[in-house]
């Protein structure tokens, strides 16, 4: 049986955010074809939770790192290295110590790394090929931020992330064996970005067993959302949602209320969810998001930033919820619009499509079973381990080769036989 080296940079149980989902999914896909070790970082606040289902799973080892930063902190990071602040941030010798140790007590086929800024903590001379899984392209992401947050110093600040990122991110992209994207569309920004990547695409899935349809009928003026909200396209969304969509929706009916789940609300939303006159609920991390989805008239995705796919629209899809998502909240996905969701980008656009599938249940519920049927088509847990699978044995093609005793710093230094430098 194969032996991986899994690094991620967070503990992913529970499986409480996208990325950490997709690990812990995957993982269970794996179990039984792979022998798995997970080297991740882990916060205190992570680290409360029980791991056992991870135990289960791989050999779990757990490398400590602080809460996350302030945003004084991060500002002083930026200001004060040309590298971005997220290298920084996830650069760890506790980390490549702990790497080297697994490494040298036996050998891997293979090591996963998710995310660029992790591929730092491999050393130099691991001699693995690597696959690098990236989950959103990062300067992308802080791009998009960049326009549309408040602040003048905020957007400043963040279009410099980006202008770091998009410098470094290519380079790490072509030092790695295979770089797999979650969409054929990251895939060619990727390609296009880094032409000496070997890119292949291992997309996000749904857990088709676990979130299902229910015959229950739907309330008749409730939206759903939920999202890590300690990451700012999610505050965003949500500011952007209530601020500028949800009055129109409200015109017409006064009734509408949006629910929030998901941890970390800021001040800012949690005023919102105190005040009854505003319609907005928030119930927090929920142990079970299912009777929301299923329940839910609408669920609404006003992303105006981030980059990669969004677990929650399949999540939601899957519980036959009718989802209305701005065009960089589908992005990737290639559903189709009208047929499995409703794609709008403006604010009256995105009240008029809500407006409407909250007034024709029948639309609705038409949407809602089509997206359902696409994402158990297209969308597996058990699809996307095959995919991951077919990526472990490119590396061991004339493709992934090139890698064999090079090293991945992310630091400059990069060491590859027969291949662009």
Known sequence: MQRILMLTPYLPFPPVSGGRSRTYNLLRELHGRFNVTLICFGRPEERAYDTGPLDELCELIVVERPSSPTLRRVAWLSSTSVRPVITRLYGSHAFREKVRRVLARGSYDAIHVESFYMLQNIPEDAGVPVLLCEPAIEYVAWSRQARVAKGLPQRIGMALEARKLRAFEPRAWERAGVVAAMSKLDAASIEQAAPGAAVTV?????DAGFFQTSHAERDGATAVYMGDYSYFPNVDAVSYFVGEI?????????????????????????????????????????????????????FVCPLRSASGTRFKLLEAMACGCPVVSSSIGSEGLEATDGVHLRNADSAPAFAAAVLHLLEDRDEAAQLGANGCAWVRQEHTWSQSAESLVSAYARLGSDDGERVHGEAVTGRGNVHRTGARS
């Not at 291992?202 to 749904?206: A, I, Q, R, T, W």
């Not at 079970?288 to 008239?297: G, V």
């Open 202 to 206: 291992v997309p996000n899935g749904v």
């Open 246 to 298: 949800m009055p129109l929706i409200r015109a017409r009916r006064p009734d509408f209320a949006l629910t929030l789940l998901g941890k970390d609300a800021p001040p800012e939303l949690a005023a919102l969810g105190r005040d009854p006159a505003s319609g907005v609920r928030i119930e927090g991390l929920v142990d079970d998001t299912r009777p929301y989805l299923t329940s839910a008239s609408v």
